[in-house]
C-alpha cells in the first residue's frame, strides 16, 4: 500500500508532533508500505530517513499554522501516486484544504484523520482573546472538515470520540481509539533520585505555562523544576526564572538529550490545558516515571491510577498538592514510576499498538 502523510510540523520546528508521526510513518514502512510525507518547507528542515516533500509557504498563522498558495498543484502527483492520503492532527489549515479539495473533486483517495488533540473547548475561557476566537471559528469551519468529511478518524484519545459525535454528528462507526505508543525500551530508566521536577513542552499557553508561577511555590528550595522546551511564553518563564534560583531552562534540545533528562528526573509535571494522548506523559512513563497532569483529551487513560494523578482540569490547589505529596514520598514515587513503567509496555508500546492501526488502514482503502 502507498501512502501519503500530511504532517505540516515536521523537525526541526516540532517535536512531539513531528516525533509521533515519523514513528507511526516507520511502522507503516516496517510492515512493507510505501510512504511519502508533505511538510511545510521549514529552515533547517531534517527529513529524517523518510520520503519527505517540503512545501513552501507563504505564513504561520499566529506562529504556527502554515498556508500554503496553490496547496492543489504542490501535491497533486503525490495525491495520484498513492492508495490512501492520512491527516495528522486536525488544527492544520493545509490538513482541512486537503479535504476540502475531496469534496471539490480535485481527487477520490480515502481520507484518515489521526486526530492528535486540542478539540475539547473546556479550556477556551482559560485562553487569551485571540487564541479563543482562532479556534472557535477553526472548529467551526476548517475543522468540520476533518471529523464530517474523512472516510476514517483514528483518535489517540477515547473520551473525545464522544466530543467528536456530539460536536459534528459524527457515526461512531468513523471513529476509532488507538493509543498513541513509543519504543518502551529505546528510553533509559530512572535509578536514582535526583530532587528534579520536570516540565517538556512547547512554551505555549495551551500546555499551562500560566501555571509555573504557582507549581514553582510547591517545590522546596533544594529541588529544581527544569523546564525543556521553547515558545512564545519564553519570555515570561526567564522572568520567573529571575525571582526563583531553583527554576532551569534547557531550552529545545534533541530528543535523544531530552530522553536522558527525563530519566533524571523523579516527577512529570504538566498542566496542560488541551491534549489527545500527551507524548511528555507516555515517555516519562517509559522511563519509569510518575507524572501528574491535568486529565484533559487521553490523560485518564495515559495515567491509569497509581501511575501518578490524573487532575480534575484546571484545579491547580489539588495539582500543586499531589506534587508536594510525591516531592515528599520517596516510595509512593518510586511505586508509581515502576507501575508507570509496567503500563507503558503493556499498553503503550510500538508492538502492541501499531497493528491496530494498520487493520484500519487496509479496512479504509478495501472499502472505499
Not at 523518510?50 to 504556527?64: E, F, H, N, S, T
Not at 466530543?163 to 533509559?188: C, E, T, W
Not at 530532587?195 to 508561577?213: D, P, Y
Not at 508536594?324 to 511505586?335: A, H, N, T, V, W
Amino acid at each position: 500500500m502507498k501512502i501519503l502523510m500530511f504532517c505540516p510540523d515536521w523537525f526541526p520546528f516540532s517535536a512531539g508532533l513531528a516525533q509521533s508521526c515519523y514513528n507511526t510513518c516507520k511502522q507503516m514502512e516496517k510492515a512493507g508500505h510505501e510512504v511519502r510525507v508533505i511538510v511545510a518547507e521549514d529552515t533547517g528542515l531534517d527529513k529524517k530517513d523518510l520520503d519527505v516533500v517540503a512545501v513552501p509557504y507563504a505564513i504561520r498563522l499566529l506562529g504556527r499554522n502554515p498556508i500554503v498558495w496553490n496547496l492543489w498543484e504542490k501535491v497533486r502527483k503525490h495525491v495520484q501516486w498513492c492508495d490512501v492520503v492520512c491527516l495528522f492532527s486536525y488544527m492544520y489549515e493545509m490538513n482541512s484544504r486537503m479535504v476540502w479539495l475531496r469534496k471539490k473533486g480535485r481527487f477520490d483517495k480515502p481520507i484518515v484523520h489521526f486526530y492528535r488533540g486540542s478539540l475539547e473547548s473546556d479550556s477556551l475561557k482559560h485562553l487569551s482573546p485571540l487564541i479563543r476566537f482562532a479556534k472557535m471559528a477553526y472548529d467551526r469551519t476548517c475543522g468540520k472538515l476533518m471529523f464530517k468529511d474523512v472516510d476514517k478518524v483514528i483518535s489517540n484519545s477515547g473520551p473525545t470520540l464522544l466530543v467528536m459525535k456530539k460536536m459534528y454528528g459524527v457515526s461512531g462507526k468513523k471513529l476509532a481509539y488507538v493509543k498513541n505508543a513509543l519504543f518502551v525500551d529505546d528510553y533509559p530508566k530512572w535509578s536514582k533520585k535526583n530532587k528534579r521536577i520536570i516540565f517538556v513542552g512547547r512554551l505555549i499557553e495551551n500546555k499551562g505555562v500560566g501555571f509555573f508561577s504557582q507549581i514553582i511555590k510547591s517545590i522546596p528550595s533544594d529541588w529544581k523544576l527544569t523546564i525543556v522546551g521553547d515558545g512564545p511564553m519564553e519570555e515570561d518563564v526567564k522572568e520567573l526564572a529571575k525571582a526563583h534560583n531553583n527554576i532551569e531552562m534547557v531550552g529545545k534540545v534533541s530528543h535523544d538529550k531530552c530522553k536522558k533528562i527525563v530519566a533524571d528526573s523523579d516527577i512529570n509535571v504538566l498542566p496542560t490545558y488541551a491534549e489527545g494522548s500527551p507524548r511528555s506523559v507516555m515517555e516519562a512513563s517509559a522511563s519509569g516515571v510518575p507524572s501528574i497532569s491535568f486529565a484533559v483529551g487521553d490523560v485518564v487513560n495515559t495515567i491509569p491510577p497509581g501511575c501518578g494523578y490524573a487532575i480534575k482540569p484546571y484545579d491547580i490547589n489539588d495539582f500543586c498538592a499531589k506534587l508536594e505529596k510525591l516531592i515528599k514520598d520517596s516510595e509512593l514515587r518510586q511505586e508509581m514510576g515502576r507501575k508507570s513503567l509496567e503500563f507503558a509496555r503493556k499498553e503503550m508500546d510500538w508492538s502492541v499498538v501499531y497493528p491496530k492501526i494498520d487493520k484500519i488502514l487496509m479496512n479504509v482503502v478495501k472499502d472505499r
